[in-house]
């Protein structure tokens, strides 16, 4: 009788392994589709298409009186004419005007721009130069060369023509066009044209609102929660605020940007866009998170320390501060660096307060115009360009990995700061 | 002798649970008293109220008065950290901070500034071991993490912290509960050496214990002092019935 029983338990038992097993198998089949049909997509933006031309160029036109180059003169001058002449100098056969235009499409709308920003870096001296420089291929060229757009489609609905395709196999059989790994994408702000979009501007973005968050809501939230686990009298007022602290954990994010919008752009007239502002919403956002985190870690303190301090003659908060918290630091450290994750991939209440913007710009302080990483995902993700897409995609990646380094610092400081007993 | 503490109809209530009722009892200075009864009759309470514990403990209320040297600990104007300076408590769980043994003991001096140079702190830890009879056990470990440590000396690290803050009264709420016969036998010794400068209040389980130690023995029993009087007394001829059931193990 026991021994049927004991076998039909193992049985169950046994079937409930393989469940287990196989529902952690399905999660980690899924999270591997998942980064590997974005990492396929994203891959081919680490390259990006240039061409090499030889320019010759005179400083003396933009030196002022001091030897110095002068932006305004250089903003004058016409360095896309320098660009696309030096272009012709490899197809003399073009003459006609609107097969001149097809050919400048094959290159960036912003090479001379980069051009200039390049003779800008190099310092050059008053006289005559010659550089030969790498300059971006258009967005279409780029994705071309990378076998992403389709040629096999009626050439009318194609974004780049027979003629255009033929020039920059020209260019690549000769050796001045190819794919180089892509530098713009990481030390560049967002841009119009894919070839110039980078992700850094929103990467700082982040990382200034992210300060601004921790800055704000880990001291707030450790002082309201030693507050509410060793001060307040227990009461209404007290079940009152715990209620409510709970309740804001679960508000959909985009009321607190309904918040940010209503108090800090309204009333207290902070700039629109910015950090600072980004900051003080993802952390009204998270505070509840980090309370919650925070309270449970210095529950599971033992009390014994806590009386040994008051024991002593410590005072409430000195056994708090010098006792409690450095042993529920590890605990408050995770919960932060949870709110913080959380933070980081939140876009909806940064839309309200104008972070969802267009912004060409790497931000400097808290105060001036920037984005975030998720918000510029997902205004890549949006446009028309397939150079976009890739980008998107490659954002994405990086994204993750910056969470994922993220919470290895999580388990890396819990792991130092954990006391023996 | 003189009196040191002097309660006078204290009651203590946790929500609407009455924990003890009307105490009434006077504690001689420089003497150990006992504290017996069987659990939850609420000697542990009464001891906490001594150095007001219970203030920490949502819902507890207090009535009655206690006087330390004549003046009632619960008054308007008295700080219960001042207090607790004075009225030092040694808990049934060792509980040393999680830091080095040094730390340990020079917690309660720094916060309340006892020692106004490095070495002059040193000194006063060394003499608190030394006090406490672990000196020559630690003296070469100091910066050790305490929690490395024996229960034993664990315990004796706390009577060494409390000691470090020279407190006048030094309660102790079963300070050997957790510990073997060696390590107690010890703590024995110990709080006999210290009797003569400090006033020791020490509730126990152990009638041994109580017996072997202390001079005065309050029994408890039920939220209600039975009997109060020389430890000789109580053991040997008790007034009261209950005592007399109690320290015979009839029941408890």
């Given at each position: 009788?026991?021994?049927?029983?004991?076998?039909?338990?193992?049985?169950?038992?046994?079937?409930?392994?393989?469940?287990?097993?196989?529902?952690?198998?399905?999660?980690?089949?899924?999270?591997?589709?998942?980064?590997?049909?974005?990492?396929?997509?994203?891959?081919?933006?680490?390259?990006?298409?240039?061409?090499?031309?030889?320019?010759?160029?005179?400083?003396?036109?933009?030196?002022?009186?001091?030897?110095?180059?002068?932006?305004?003169?250089?903003?004058?001058?016409?360095?896309?004419?320098?660009?696309?002449?030096?272009?012709?100098?490899?197809?003399?056969?073009?003459?006609?005007?609107?097969?001149?235009?097809?050919?400048?499409?094959?290159?960036?709308?912003?090479?001379?721009?980069?051009?200039?920003?390049?003779?800008?870096?190099?310092?050059?001296?008053?006289?005559?130069?010659?550089?030969?420089?790498?300059?971006?291929?258009?967005?279409?060229?780029?994705?071309?060369?990378?076998?992403?757009?389709?040629?096999?489609?009626?050439e009318e609905d194609r974004r780049i023509n027979n003629k255009q395709i033929a020039w920059v196999n020209s260019l690549?059989?000769?050796?001045?066009?190819?794919?180089?790994?892509?530098?713009?994408?990481?030390?560049?702000?967002?841009?119009?044209?894919?070839?110039?979009?980078?992700?850094?501007?929103?990467?700082?973005?982040?990382?200034?609102?992210?300060?601004?968050?921790?800055?704000?809501?880990?001291?707030?939230?450790?002082?309201?929660?030693?507050?509410?686990?060793?001060?307040?009298?227990?009461?209404?007022?007290?079940?009152?605020?715990?209620?409510?602290?709970?309740?804001?954990?679960?508000?959909?994010?985009?009321?607190?940007?309904?918040?940010?919008?209503?108090?800090?752009?309204?009333?207290?007239?902070?700039?629109?866009?910015?950090?600072?502002?980004?900051?003080?919403?993802?952390?009204?956002?998270?505070?509840?998170?980090?309370?919650?985190?925070?309270?449970?870690?210095?529950?599971?303190?033992?009390?014994?320390?806590?009386?040994?301090?008051?024991?002593?003659?410590?005072?409430?908060?000195?056994?708090?501060?010098?006792?409690?918290?450095?042993?529920?630091?590890?605990?408050?450290?995770?919960?932060?660096?949870?709110?913080?994750?959380?933070?980081?991939?939140?876009?909806?209440?940064?839309?309200?307060?104008?972070?969802?913007?267009?912004?060409?710009?790497?931000?400097?302080?808290?105060?001036?115009?920037?984005?975030?990483?998720?918000?510029?995902?997902?205004?890549?993700?949006?446009?028309?360009?397939?150079?976009?897409?890739?980008?998107?995609?490659?954002?994405?990646?990086?994204?993750?990995?910056?969470?994922?380094?993220?919470?290895?610092?999580?388990?890396?400081?819990?792991?130092?700061?954990?006391?023996?007993? | 002798?003189?009196?040191?503490?002097?309660?006078?109809?204290?009651?203590?209530?946790?929500?609407?649970?009455?924990?003890?009722?009307?105490?009434?009892?006077?504690?001689?200075?420089?003497?150990?008293?006992?504290?017996?009864?069987?659990?939850?009759?609420?000697?542990?309470?009464?001891?906490?109220?001594?150095?007001?514990?219970?203030?920490?403990?949502?819902?507890?209320?207090?009535?009655?008065?206690?006087?330390?040297?004549?003046?009632?600990?619960?008054?308007?104007?008295?700080?219960?950290?001042?207090?607790?300076?004075?009225?030092?408590?040694?808990?049934?769980?060792?509980?040393?901070?999680?830091?080095?043994?040094?730390?340990?003991?020079?917690y309660g001096p720094r916060i309340h500034g006892l020692a106004s140079s490095d070495n002059e702190l040193k000194d006063i830890v060394h003499n608190s071991l030394e006090k406490a009879g672990l000196i020559d056990e630690?003296?070469?470990?100091?910066?050790?993490?305490?929690?490395?440590?024996?229960?034993?000396?664990?315990?004796?690290?706390?009577?060494?912290?409390?000691?470090?803050?020279?407190?006048?009264?030094?309660?102790?709420?079963?300070?050997?509960?957790?510990?073997?016969?060696?390590?107690?036998?010890?703590?024995?010794?110990?709080?006999?050496?210290?009797?003569?400068?400090?006033?020791?209040?020490?509730?126990?389980?152990?009638?041994?214990?109580?017996?072997?130690?202390?001079?005065?023995?309050?029994?408890?029993?039920?939220?209600?002092?039975?009997?109060?009087?020389?430890?000789?007394?109580?053991?040997?001829?008790?007034?009261?019935?209950?005592?007399?059931?109690?320290?015979?193990?009839?029941?408890?």
């Amino acid at each position: 009788m026991i021994r049927k029983n004991i076998r039909s338990r193992r049985a169950r038992e046994t079937r409930l392994k393989i469940y287990g097993i196989s529902s952690i198998c399905f999660a980690l089949i899924m999270l591997a589709t998942l980064l590997i049909s974005i990492g396929l997509n994203g891959y081919s933006a680490l390259q990006q298409a240039y061409f090499k031309v030889d320019i010759s160029v005179n400083t003396e036109k933009f030196v002022d009186e001091r030897d110095f180059l002068n932006n305004k003169k250089m903003n004058l001058f016409n360095w896309d004419g320098l660009v696309q002449s030096a272009l012709r100098e490899f197809f003399p056969e073009v003459k006609e005007r609107d097969e001149k235009k097809e050919l400048f499409a094959i290159i960036s709308a912003n090479a001379g721009y980069d051009l200039k920003e390049i003779v800008k870096k190099k310092a050059l001296g008053s006289g005559s130069h010659t550089l030969s420089v790498w300059l971006h291929l258009s967005d279409d060229a780029d994705q071309y060369l990378k076998g992403r757009l389709s040629i096999d489609i009626p050439e009318e609905d194609r974004r780049i023509n027979n003629k255009q395709i033929a020039w920059v196999n020209s260019l690549v059989e000769r050796d001045i066009a190819k794919l180089k790994f892509n530098k713009a994408f990481f030390t560049s702000a967002d841009s119009r044209e894919p070839e110039s979009a980078g992700i850094l501007g929103s990467v700082v973005g982040s990382a200034l609102t992210l300060f601004v968050t921790v800055m704000f809501a880990l001291p707030l939230a450790i002082m309201a929660s030693i507050y509410l686990e060793y001060f307040a009298k227990p009461g209404r007022i007290t079940d009152f605020i715990e209620v409510n602290i709970n309740n804001l954990a679960a508000v959909p994010s985009i009321v607190f940007g309904l918040l940010g919008l209503s108090v800090f752009l309204s009333t207290f007239g902070l700039p629109r866009s910015a950090p600072l502002v980004g900051g003080l919403v993802l952390g009204l956002m998270t505070l509840p998170t980090i309370i919650i985190a925070s309270r449970a870690s210095i529950r599971s303190i033992p009390p014994s320390i806590r009386e040994a301090a008051l024991g002593l003659g410590a005072s409430k908060m000195q056994a708090a501060m010098h006792h409690v918290l450095p042993l529920a630091a590890p605990g408050i450290l995770t919960g932060t660096i949870i709110g913080m994750a959380q933070a980081l991939g939140e876009t909806a209440p940064l839309l309200m307060i104008g972070m969802v913007a267009f912004i060409i710009d790497i931000p400097t302080t808290f105060t001036s115009s920037a984005t975030a990483m998720p918000v510029q995902i997902y205004m890549w993700s949006d446009s028309a360009e397939r150079a976009f897409y890739e980008r998107s995609s490659l954002a994405i990646l990086f994204l993750v990995a910056f969470l994922i380094s993220m919470n290895l610092l999580a388990v890396i400081l819990r792991k130092k700061f954990e006391k023996k007993w | 002798m003189a009196i040191k503490f002097r309660t006078k109809n204290v009651e203590v209530s946790y929500s609407d649970k009455k924990a003890i009722k009307d105490i009434s009892l006077n504690i001689k200075k420089n003497t150990i008293t006992a504290l017996i009864g069987p659990s939850g009759c609420g000697k542990s309470t009464f001891l906490r109220c001594l150095n007001r514990m219970n203030d920490v403990i949502e819902n507890c209320s207090i009535k009655g008065s206690v006087l330390l040297d004549e003046q009632d600990i619960y008054g308007p104007d008295v700080d219960p950290v001042e207090l607790r300076a004075r009225v030092g408590m040694v808990f049934q769980k060792a509980n040393p901070f999680p830091k080095s043994i040094f730390d340990n003991i020079a917690y309660g001096p720094r916060i309340h500034g006892l020692a106004s140079s490095d070495n002059e702190l040193k000194d006063i830890v060394h003499n608190s071991l030394e006090k406490a009879g672990l000196i020559d056990e630690v003296k070469d470990r100091l910066n050790d993490q305490a929690t490395g440590l024996s229960g034993g000396q664990q315990q004796r690290i706390c009577i060494a912290r409390a000691i470090a803050v020279s407190p006048e009264v030094i309660l102790m709420d079963e300070p050997c509960s957790a510990l073997d016969p060696i390590a107690t036998a010890k703590i024995e010794e110990l709080m006999n050496e210290i009797s003569e400068t400090y006033t020791i209040i020490i509730v126990t389980h152990s009638m041994q214990q109580a017996a072997r130690v202390s001079k005065k023995t309050a029994f408890f029993h039920l939220g209600d002092l039975i009997e109060y009087n020389d430890t000789d007394k109580i053991f040997t001829q008790p007034e009261n019935e209950k005592t007399q059931d109690y320290i015979t193990g009839r029941f408890g």
